[in-house]
């Protein structure tokens, strides 16, 4: 008999999450401020005006030019939008379309960028009233490592009582604290029989790699249905969005960790 302690898992997920920290790409403009500070208090001015040139030449390129359109689009291409089933036996949400604390705090729930996951599940659930409808998703923050207060399932079952869906056809996975977990354990819960059609909605940009976690995890026949598109023409994209831009950058980095780790 095997025993796994409690607090493997823990270690497991915060060694991931503070990979996942240093991959991000705002906290490398973080490392390059520490660099030119170092080297300043060093008396390196020639490094330190140096780093700090060309890093303000990339932010400021990054900022303007569409490079997340670029980066986003021939992910969010992968799956084609508004599939059309013949039938959908189950509909799975992932995490990631509403703000957790805001949402405990206010008491209702608190819809982000990413709020077309409800939207677009609850208008499937409209669709299909047989579906049952799966939400998947703690906290993944860094700070909740060990237990969030509320969890963003806890505050989606109001979201989607609130327009008439019955609690028997509500299930609420909220342990997972990142796409892979949201996999493996929908899976247990949903227990999906042998024929069974489910949809997973999820962000377009965040599909390839939850079909991959999915599969990986044994979802037989899941049917990608992307929304929350985040890019347009070229042109389009042309302005000052850093923030989207690093955004891009951080998903390219998050679906290259996914597939050399196989999850």
């Known amino acids: ?4 302690h409690p607090r493997v898992g823990y270690r497991l997920t915060l060694s991931d999450k503070l990979i996942g920290a240093l991959l991000r790409p705002d906290i490398w403009i973080l490392v390059v401020l520490a660099v030119i500070v170092l ?13 700090g ?21 021939p992910i969010e291409r992968t799956y084609p939008a508004r599939p059309q ?37 609850l208008a499937l659930a409209r669709n299909f ?44 996975e909220a342990r ?14 949903a227990a999906p029989a042998p024929g069974e059609t489910w949809v997973l909605v999820t962000s377009a940009f965040h599909m390839p790699r939850a079909m991959r976690s999915f599969e990986t995890a044994g979802w037989p026949g899941l049917v990608p249905w992307p929304v929350d598109y985040r890019t347009s023409s070229f042109t389009d994209g042309i302005g000052w969005n850093l923030t989207r831009n690093l955004a891009a950058i951080r998903e390219q980095i998050g679906q290259l960790a996914y597939r050399l780790s196989g999850r």
Not at 1 to 4: L, P, V
Not at 154 to 159: G, H, S, V
């Open 1 to 4: 008999m095997s025993y796994s």
């Open 39 to 51: 080297a300043l208090m060093m008396k390196r001015r020639r490094l330190a005006l140096w780093t």
């Open 53 to 73: 040139s060309v890093t303000l030449a990339l932010l400021v390129a990054l900022a303007v030019l569409p490079f997340g359109n670029l980066l986003l689009q």
């Open 85 to 121: 089933p013949d039938r959908v036996d189950g509909i799975i949400v992932l995490v990631g379309s509403g703000n957790v604390r805001s949402s405990a705090y206010w008491g209702q729930m608190q819809l982000n960028e990413g709020g077309d996951r409800f939207t677009a599940a």
């Open 129 to 172: 009233p047989q579906a049952r409808v799966l939400f998947a998703g703690g906290s993944g923050a860094l700070r909740d490592l060990s237990g969030a207060a509320t969890s963003e399932a806890e505050m989606a079952e109001q979201c989607f009582r609130d327009p008439g869906i019955t609690p028997e056809r509500l299930l609420l």
């Open 176 to 189: 997972s604290r990142n796409t892979a977990e949201n996999a493996r354990l929908s899976l247990a819960l």
